[in-house]
């Protein structure tokens, strides 16, 4: 009875692996190991700049809501994974000239992000993320996300849009600085990154609005 038992649970530790405890990190670090140490001497062109990164990944059972379809707050992790997966990519040589000359990594947090839900997932249905960067400001870097079904039509699942800022110790280091620092500047991907972020001012706003509201009233 017990061997029996033990197996059932390894059976459903390993269904949801990606749930638990620590394997998030461990995801991210698979990533950094991927563009860092197999992966450097891989250097994006121009034309990769706004190329679309496709993410796979399912949802386990732990990541399942009272109505057995994926948990909102989950979208996020996956999320999290997939953008990381974009920008470690597209930015290498930024990381790999911080490092390099001063001394140190640098990072890039996420400032924000909103996410519409189209469709429900369910438990062990296989999906996509597809990711890429939108545009820019002087300060944030843009990226569109969508969750896609792995179907002819790649139905729309949800979509989501997030602002990043890169970091270095305490200076915010434009994204026009990056792209110059990876070789990716040239005059089309800068007049595209600047159209394209008209895009994303509805996020601007929104966040603006959550600023003049007083919550007390």
């Known amino acids: 009875m017990r061997a029996t038992l033990k197996i059932l649970a390894a059976l459903f530790l390993l269904a949801n692996v990606k749930a638990l405890p620590g394997v998030w990190h461990l995801r991210f670090f698979y990533l950094f190991i991927k563009h860092f140490?197999?992966?450097?001497?891989?250097?994006?062109?121009?034309?990769?700049?706004?190329?679309?990164?496709?993410?796979?990944?399912?949802?386990?059972l732990l990541e399942m809501d009272m109505n057995f379809h994926k948990s909102n707050s989950t979208y996020f992790s996956d999320l999290d994974m997939a953008r990381a997966d974009l920008v470690m990519d597209v930015f290498k040589q930024f990381f790999f000239h911080y490092r390099r000359y001063k001394g140190s990594w640098p990072f890039v947090p996420l400032g924000s992000v909103m996410t519409i839900f189209k469709k429900e997932l369910k438990?062990?249905?296989?999906?996509?993320?597809?990711?890429?960067i939108l545009g820019w400001d002087e300060k944030w870097l843009f990226v569109l996300s969508r969750f896609e079904f792995l179907d002819a039509k790649r139905t729309l699942v949800a979509v989501s849009l997030s602002k990043y800022v890169f970091k270095h110790n305490r200076r915010t280091v434009p994204p026009e600085e990056a792209l110059k620092i990876c070789g990716l500047d040239t005059q089309e991907v800068l007049n595209q990154?600047?159209?394209?972020?008209?895009?994303?001012?509805?996020?601007?706003?929104?966040?603006?609005?959550?600023?003049?509201?007083?919550s007390d009233q």
């Open 193 to 214: 990154g600047r159209t394209d972020f008209s895009k994303a001012k509805n996020m601007l706003q929104l966040e603006a609005l959550g600023d003049e509201w007083d």
């Open 123 to 132: 438990a062990y249905k296989p999906y996509t993320i597809r990711s890429r």
């Open 37 to 60: 140490m197999i992966r450097y001497r891989i250097r994006p062109g121009p034309k990769d700049v706004f190329r679309a990164n496709d993410y796979r990944t399912h949802t386990p």
